[in-house]
Every structure is written in C-alpha cells, then in structure tokens.
C-alpha cells in the first residue's frame, strides 16, 4: 500500500492524524478503533498488531471525557464499583478470545453486535416508557445491566470498535439517568475494560511501539476536542449522532 512506503516521519505524522481522529469519535460515541485500525493496515502493520497496538494506543482518549464529565461520574461511585467486576472479567475473556482462539466466527458476528447496539440505543426511549412500571431498583433491570456490560466488555477486549455504543445501548435501557451522566459512564467504562486489555497486550507483546506511542498522543488530544465538542450539543442531537455513527460503523464492519 502506499502508506507503507511512505517515510518514518510521514508514517508517524499519519499516525498522530488517525489518533487525532479517532479521540475526538471516541469523545463523542465511540468508534475510534475505525480510524487507527485501517491506517495501521494501511501502514504494513498486521492485523493481529495492529488491533492490540489500537487498543493500547486509543486510551487516552477517554481521559478527555472523563474530566468533562467529572460531576457525573463522582455521583455515581457506587454503581461504578459494582460494574467493575464485570468489565474485568468480560474485557480479560475477550483478549484471550483474540489471542488464543480462532477469530472467524466472533469477527463474523461483531457487525449483527454494533447493529443491534445501535438498533437498541434507537429504540431506548420507547423501551424505557414500555418498562416505566418496573422500578429501577428491580433486579432484572440490575441483572440485565450487569450481564450487558460484561457482553460488552468480552467484545471490548477482542476488538473494542463501537464498544461506546453498546455500553451506551445497555445503559440507556437499565439506567434511568440523562445523556450526560450516561456519556461520563461510558467514558469511564471504556477506559476500563480498554485498559484491562492493554496491561494484557503490554505483557503479551505485539505492539507497533512506533504506532503507540504517536497514538497516544493524538488520541488524548482528539478526546478532549471531541468531550468539548459532545457538552456543546443538545441531548437530541447527541443521540442522533450516536446512532448515525453506529449505524456507519455497522455497514463499514458488513461491507467489510
């Protein structure tokens, strides 16, 4: 390809770009993976390489959306510990899946999970008012919750592209909280499970040092333009570009 043959600086340049891009969609839904996965590709990087090195290298991105939504994330402290569990165990299962097991048949299906995360954010609303009767304090809602985040988290660690949109999905229906506190969520969420991942892709080796270490920096950058960019926008707005982007990421993973 021709990004393989350009020159180290112009590599690294391209890099700093993708990373750019992908933490301000990551700031804003998720989906960033979509950026930096195809440039590393397009670089010579392997594919193996290039889905741990992405992993690695995105999670700045959500520093950005953490601090712009630090109000909401501290009331929350509770429900965030007993997430936690989770994230961890769903976000280690799904590297081993990736690391050890054949990835045909998940990789198959990851385009029917983004669709149907953004089918379900779609449809929140209508499902929450359909839902209104049982208390949120009910433990199928609880259960529900815990049982889609850890889901979410498996598909975290293997591959992670829109894994915003699906925790916002589960989320949105288990939850009974406005759009920002349910971003701050995902924010913080995603750094999670993402950064399980990574500490698992550090010690297993594979990266694209190179890749990384540029990405880090685009993506912490791109994360805090695309946070001020999400607290500018109305909460109507904000679902519509969700499930625009969902809807794309999900036809980009069939076409593809």
């Given at each position: 390809m021709f990004a393989a043959s350009l020159p180290l600086f112009w590599r690294l340049f391209v890099f700093l770009l993708a990373g750019i891009g992908a933490g301000v969609a990551n700031g804003v839904a998720g989906g960033g993976t979509f950026i930096t996965f195809p440039t590393l590709l397009a670089?010579?990087?392997?594919?193996?390489?290039?889905?741990?090195?992405?992993?690695?290298?995105?999670?700045?991105?959500?520093?950005?959306?953490?601090?712009?939504?630090?109000?909401q994330i501290a009331s929350h402290a509770k429900l965030i510990r007993s997430l936690?569990?989770?994230?961890?165990?769903?976000?280690?299962?799904?590297?081993?899946?990736?690391?050890?097991?054949?990835?045909?048949?998940?990789?198959?299906?990851?385009?029917?999970?983004?669709?149907?995360?953004?089918?379900?954010?779609?449809?929140?609303?209508?499902?929450?008012?359909?839902?209104?009767?049982?208390?949120?304090?009910?433990?199928?809602?609880?259960?529900?919750?815990?049982?889609?985040?850890?889901?979410?988290?498996?598909?975290?660690?293997?591959?992670?592209?829109?894994l915003g949109i699906l925790l916002l999905a589960v989320m949105a229906i288990t939850l009974p909280f406005e759009m920002p506190e349910l971003q701050g969520l995902r924010n913080l969420l995603s750094l999670i499970i993402n950064s399980c991942a990574a500490i698992i892709f550090i010690f297993r080796g594979h990266l694209a040092l190179d890749?990384?270490?540029?990405?880090?920096?685009?993506?912490?950058i791109g994360g805090w333009l695309g946070t001020s960019l999400i607290q500018r926008l109305s909460p109507r707005a904000v679902r519509i570009l969700i499930i625009l982007i969902g809807a794309a990421t999900t036809i980009r993973l069939a076409w593809n």
């Amino acid at each position: 390809m021709f990004a393989a043959s350009l020159p180290l600086f112009w590599r690294l340049f391209v890099f700093l770009l993708a990373g750019i891009g992908a933490g301000v969609a990551n700031g804003v839904a998720g989906g960033g993976t979509f950026i930096t996965f195809p440039t590393l590709l397009a670089t010579g990087i392997q594919a193996l390489q290039a889905n741990v090195s992405t992993s690695v290298g995105v999670l700045p991105s959500y520093v950005g959306g953490i601090s712009g939504f630090r109000r909401q994330i501290a009331s929350h402290a509770k429900l965030i510990r007993s997430l936690l569990p989770s994230c961890l165990l769903g976000a280690s299962l799904g590297c081993v899946l990736l690391l050890s097991a054949s990835p045909g048949t998940f990789r198959a299906v990851v385009p029917w999970l983004i669709g149907a995360g953004t089918l379900l954010f779609a449809m929140a609303p209508t499902i929450t008012k359909r839902l209104a009767h049982i208390d949120h304090a009910h433990p199928s809602r609880r259960w529900t919750l815990y049982i889609g985040v850890f889901a979410a988290s498996i598909y975290g660690g293997y591959f992670g592209a829109g894994l915003g949109i699906l925790l916002l999905a589960v989320m949105a229906i288990t939850l009974p909280f406005e759009m920002p506190e349910l971003q701050g969520l995902r924010n913080l969420l995603s750094l999670i499970i993402n950064s399980c991942a990574a500490i698992i892709f550090i010690f297993r080796g594979h990266l694209a040092l190179d890749a990384v270490y540029m990405l880090l920096v685009g993506t912490l950058i791109g994360g805090w333009l695309g946070t001020s960019l999400i607290q500018r926008l109305s909460p109507r707005a904000v679902r519509i570009l969700i499930i625009l982007i969902g809807a794309a990421t999900t036809i980009r993973l069939a076409w593809n």
